[in-house]
T-cell receptor, first 113, second 114 residues
Framework: NAGVTQTPKFQVLKTGQSMTLQCAQD?????MSWYRQDPGMGLRLIHY???????DQGEVPNGYNVSRSTTEDFPLRLLSAAPSQTSVYFC????????????FGDGTRLSIL | DAKTTQPNSMESNEEEPVHLPCNHS???????IHWYRQLPSQGPEYVIH???SNVNNRMASLAIAEDRKSSTLILHRATLRDAAVYYC???????????????FGEGTQLTVNP
């Protein structure tokens, strides 16, 4: 099993550019989520999904879109990159919310110039 | 939403036990208590979780108060590698259209002294 795979690992963007951060899991997990972590801070939830076709906003959703067309994939789209979105992004998945452990990817380090 | 309260930081000496507290006074009857940790420059990793009874695994033990309003993560013999931020989290309130979610607080920064 590969677990939770995030690509790319590093990315530098210019202000105003758009891009998609990829997240894939091969564990047939229903629950997937995206967090961002700014330097010296805790994790903040951006968006989450409890299954294919179902997504909802987390704590800091502005500037990001998600979709969940398959169980395996949960891409995060930055619509128009801003320097405030410079952060490390983590994707996580689990069988269900609250009673199963979450598995995290290695993160994507994103810099917006 | 159920929230947790943890101390910002704690210190321990190597090879001594560490007790990391967490308060969750608004916990619901079906909420599991989860602990994760984040080593420097790494993603979070699962440590342990439990509902009512105390739990043990190879990494740690979780002691849950009888009223479930608090819990303690126990590292039996701290090593330098255990220096990390430890997060105690609960599931957020259920939403009819989209289920529930997991949000992290600021956690406890554990320093282990040689």
């Amino acid at each position: 099993n590969a677990g939770v795979t995030q690509t790319p690992k590093f990315q530098v963007l210019k202000t105003g550019q758009s891009m998609t951060l990829q997240c894939a899991q091969d564990m047939n997990h229903e629950y997937m989520s995206w967090y961002r972590q700014d330097p010296g801070m805790g994790l903040r939830l951006i968006h989450y999904s409890v299954g294919a076709g179902i997504t909802d906003q987390g704590e800091v959703p502005n500037g990001y879109n998600v979709s969940r067309s398959t169980t395996e994939d949960f891409p995060l789209r930055l619509l128009s990159a801003a320097p405030s979105q410079t952060s490390v992004y983590f994707c996580a998945s689990s069988y269900s919310v609250g009673n199963q452990p979450q598995h995290f990817g290695d993160g994507t380090r994103l810099s917006i110039l | 939403d159920a929230k947790t309260t943890q101390p910002n930081s704690m210190e321990s000496n190597e090879e001594e036990p560490v007790h990391l507290p967490c308060n969750h006074s608004t916990i619901s009857g079906t909420d599991y208590i989860h602990w994760y940790r984040q080593l420097p420059s790494q993603g979070p990793e699962y440590v342990i979780h439990g509902l009512t009874s105390n739990v043990n695994n190879r990494m740690a033990s979780l002691a849950i108060a009888e009223d479930r309003k608090s819990s303690t993560l126990i590292l039996h013999r701290a090593t330098l590698r255990d220096a990390a931020v430890y997060y105690c989290i609960l599931r957020d309130e259920w939403r009819e259209t989209s289920g529930s979610r997991l949000t992290f607080g600021e956690g406890t920064q554990l320093t282990v002294n040689p």
